[in-house]
């Protein structure tokens, strides 16, 4: 069967960040990076004695959006924490409040590359199975706490099971916008397999299908696509994986097949649980923002952490 570690409630200034685009002359395939460093901790304004999961950041990298347990509208709210440059520390986190949170859970939030959308899952009111993926539309992106009443995105992602794990993705050279998600089919729990939806000129969204050259027969969420859209990061807990570990595919183009996953191994993955890769890029660098827990299993709770890696030439 496969399962899901959620533990969510019930279970710069001088700083430029470019769109992390490679020149599209040049293929991945020749695209080499440094290996990814030791991963550092977030520190105690954004961790505490909660679970801290599911990290987002805006598009210029001074806005942390992250699903926690800690005391606000439900079980599981949606945070943000600012910062001031790419260097600077983040301050205390916000809750975003209503009408995004409510008393039940809000999770996994995901932000349109325009930064108008905000998209994240949820049981609560209007929810069609255990858990549908919602999004919320603000006038201002400069306001991370102007978001109007969330919509369901319908039949072509939401079904009566599970739904969640947002990541989204639109390619700048055009073909619509897709969401990556990860869903499992009713009755089973949480967890599932990685499904993407192409959004249609009208605004709404296809009937996702299965990306399956990423799937397996164990639990693969929580994908988030880089923004050149040819690497994709989710966790898993497939063979090979020392628990829940971060996985990691790449394509050759935007309309190409992923080729075969690979497990990020150390220092990324550890014998603990590594699970909600979010990857943001500016200019060279590539930083992985993820979940690890920090207890003692059977024990969960999660913190966030962010490992880097630069953009080398051959």
């Known amino acids: 069967m496969k399962r899901e570690l959620f533990a969510i409630g019930f279970i710069a200034v001088g700083c430029r960040p470019d769109s992390g685009l490679i020149d599209p002359r040049v293929s991945f395939a020749s695209t080499h990076y440094s290996n990814w460093s030791e991963p550092a901790n977030l520190g105690p304004v ?41 260097d600077c520390p983040w301050q205390e986190p916000e809750n975003l409040g209503p009408p995004v949170n409510t008393e039940i859970v809000e999770a996994g939030p995901a932000l ?27 006038a201002d ?58 959004q249609a000129e009208d605004g709404t969204w296809g009937t996702a299908v299965p990306v399956a050259e ?37 394509r050759p183009s935007v309309l190409a097949r992923w080729d075969a996953p690979t497990n990020l191994g150390a220092p990324i993955n550890t014998a603990v649980a590594e699970v909600h890769p979010f990857i943001y890029s500016h200019g060279g660098t590539q930083m992985l923002f993820f979940a690890r827990n920090v207890a003692t299993p059977p024990t969960v709770d999660l913190d966030l952490f962010v490992s880097t890696r630069t953009r080398e030439k051959l």
């Open 141 to 198: 992106v400069h306001d991370d706490f102007a978001w109007q009443t969330p919509v369901n995105l319908g039949p072509g992602v939401n079904t009566t099971g599970f739904e969640g794990g947002p990541g989204y993705f639109e390619n700048e050279g055009g073909g619509g916008a897709q969401l990556f998600f990860n869903r499992n089919p009713a009755p089973v729990g949480n967890g599932g397999d990685i499904y993407v939806s192409t």
């Open 112 to 138: 349109s590359r325009d930064e108008h959308w905000l998209f994240f899952f949820s049981a609560h009111s209007g929810t069609v199975g255990s858990s549908d993926i919602w999004a919320a539309w603000r």
């Open 46 to 86: 954004i961790n505490g004695p909660y679970n801290d999961q599911h990290p987002a950041l805006s598009k210029d990298g001074l806005s942390l959006f992250f699903a926690s347990t800690r005391p606000g509208v439900g079980a599981t709210d949606i945070w943000v924490s600012h910062r001031d440059c790419l």
């Open 214 to 250: 990423l799937n397996s027969a164990a639990s693969d969420q929580r994908p988030s696509i880089a923004s050149n859209g040819l690497e994709i990061f989710f966790f898993s807990d497939r063979p090979g994986s020392m628990s829940y570990d971060i996985w990691h595919a790449t």
